[in-house]
């Protein structure tokens, strides 16, 4: 999963500036924090039905270990399931819990999983809106989705509730409206961003760099801008100022001279190598070197941050009062575009702090739902470390 470049100051939406007491009372009910990121010991017991069918052994195996430590109810070792348990090589959906009491999912309901991925978060949603209620799955890679209609195949009572759509969610609105859904009739839309474990394993992606894949990072193959392009024909400038700008790499002005250097390059692994010479890790250094540049790049061929709000916008558009949106980001840049999005259509006022009259007109869209940005529990790292990097954000429609 992505590395995640994270300080206090972006871990909580702020208040608004103390000497501008009219703004901060304006928005005091958008601000009130309804969730709690610890559920309660009775929405555990009524989440665990829908919770366990998806999670593999080893996030059962630390969620056993916790519950003993901290003396609350034991879960069972063996658990029988409605159907077989997940193979530990399949992606792991994170935050399964949270994720449900935040879009306080409910028979009945109309839902959009905007990155459908390998199914595992639409599996618990249809789980708990069981036994009416249906999900949207949209992905723009067509391979995420046959996955997940394979999967939930052997669970006829989940899949003849799933419609999919291999679309980017930047048009979420479109194939919303497509199926039947307008403006104001969902019920709650989740965006759990970033890659999954499908697209890091799966070979000729060039998502990794630890196999020598092309330079492909793709999420729809029916585009043409592929890794491979970038890395082979932007100017050294320019190369290096989406390594910053996307990978928020300070070393950038070094690996895109190096790259430049010794192009034409073929294979993640050789780009990987290249980027390892120019920045060599030094014993601080958590991870690879190439990390960084890796994540600009798949950005930047995805037009990821550009799609992001886009949707988001759209997807605000499709609640119906009372809805829930949910977003689950990885990196900074993404849960910048999320929080600032958030934080000012909850606002009643947007006008500068130092404007002593409001003279905006802005209406508030949304409540917060929370004003602290939600983590994975310790278990579930545990137990998924691909999952340490999750940060959860959800908003109401007014």
């Known amino acids: 999963m992505d590395w995640y470049l994270y300080t206090s100051a972006e871990a909580e939406v702020p208040d608004q500036d103390s000497d501008v007491a009219h703004l901060k009372a304006r928005n005091a009910q958008a601000y009130e924090p309804t969730f709690n990121q610890v559920c309660d010991q009775e929405t555990a017991r009524q989440l665990m039905p829908v919770m366990l069918p998806t999670l593999p052994d080893s996030t059962l195996r630390s969620a056993v270990v916790e519950s003993r430590s901290h003396g609350s ?3 069972p070792a ?3 399931r409605e159907v077989a348990r997940m193979p530990e090589a399949r992606h792991v959906p994170v935050m399964i819990p949270e994720v449900l009491s ?9 839902y959009i999983d905007a990155n459908l991925g390998e199914g595992g978060h639409t599996e618990a949603i249809l789980r708990a809106s069981a036994p009416d209620g249906a999900v949207l799955g949209i992905d723009a890679d067509k391979e995420a989705i046959r ?7 052997s669970s006829p009572e989940l899949a003849e509730r799933l419609t999919t759509a291999n679309a980017n969610f930047r048009d979420i609105e479109s194939f919303s409206t497509e199926h039947g859904r307008n403006q104001g009739s969902v019920d709650g839309v989740l965006f759990d961003l970033g890659l999954s474990s499908l697209q890091l394993d799966t070979e000729e992606r060039g998502f990794s760099f630890r196999r020598s894949d092309p330079l492909d990072m793709r999420f729809d193959v029916r585009q043409t801008l592929t890794a491979g392009d970038i890395v082979n024909t932007y100017d050294r400038d320019k190369l290096a100022d989406m390594i910053y700008q996307y990978g928020e790499e300070r070393a950038s002005r070094r690996i ?3 790259i430049v250097a010794v192009r034409p390059l073929q294979t993640a692994t050789q780009l990987a190598d290249v980027i390892a010479s120019a920045v060599p890790r030094r014993g601080s250094r958590r991870i690879h070197p190439a990390t960084k540049t890796f994540q600009a790049l798949r950005i930047a061929v995805n ?6 709000e886009t949707g988001l916008r759209q997807a605000i558009s499709l609640l119906k009062p009372g809805g829930r949106l949910v977003v689950i980001a990885y990196h900074s840049l993404e849960d910048r575009i999320v929080k600032n999005l958030f934080r000012q259509e909850a606002s009643i006022c947007i006008c500068p702090p130092e404007r002593p009259i409001c003279d905006c007109g802005h209406t508030a869209s949304l409540r917060l739902v929370s004003r602290r940005v939600i983590k994975p529990s310790q278990a579930e790292i545990e137990g998924n470390p691909r999952s340490r990097s999750a940060r959860l954000r959800a908003v109401e429609r007014l």
């Open 147 to 153: 996955s997940a209609v394979e999967h939930l195949s």
């Open 256 to 258: 895109a001279a190096a």
């Open 78 to 80: 063996q658990t029988d």
């Open 303 to 308: 037009d990821e941050l550009g799609a992001l």
């Open 102 to 110: 935040a879009l306080e999912v409910k028979p009945g309901g109309f």
């Open 73 to 75: 109810p034991a879960l």
